[in-house]
Nanobody, 125 residues
Framework: QVQLVESGGGLVQAGGSLRLSCAAS????????MAWFRQAPRQIREFVAA????????YYEDSVKGRFTISRDNAKNTVYLQMSSLKPEDTAVYYC??????????????????WGQGTQVTVSS
């Protein structure tokens, strides 16, 4: 069983930056593929970014490319999402997800086995 705990959310003005962290415990983090998703009010949960178990491959949703960076530190069992040039439309609850097996489609929710409770990000205009 893998436990994921997100942190780093908050209120920021448009154009600002935040760094989200997701600390993992209870499983083999270093062999897990990780991802960030987000869910705005009355919207479906959507893919933001993903990173392979060794960090060699990263994937981004088009609207965050060039603004967000996903990274991981396997020594700390932590995955990060650095968010810059934030926009009001980035406002959402951000969730960390982990897959303990092979991921075929990293942008799909169903590929991930474990989820955190989420952290709120609010971007004011």
């Amino acid at each position: 069983q893998v436990q994921l705990v997100e942190s780093g959310g908050g209120l920021v003005q448009a154009g600002g930056s935040l760094r989200l962290s997701c600390a993992a415990s209870g499983g083999s983090f270093s062999s897990s593929n990780m991802a960030w998703f987000r869910q705005a009010p009355r919207q479906i949960r959507e893919f933001v970014a993903a990173i392979s178990w060794n960090g060699d491959f990263t994937y981004y949703e088009d609207s965050v490319k060039g603004r967000f960076t996903i990274s991981r530190d396997n020594a700390k069992n932590t995955v990060y999402l650095q968010m810059s040039s934030l926009k009001p439309e980035d406002t959402a609850v951000y969730y960390c997800a982990a897959s303990v097996g092979r991921v075929i489609q990293p942008r799909k929710l169903g590929e991930y086995d474990y989820w955190g409770q989420g952290t709120q990000v609010t971007v004011s205009s």
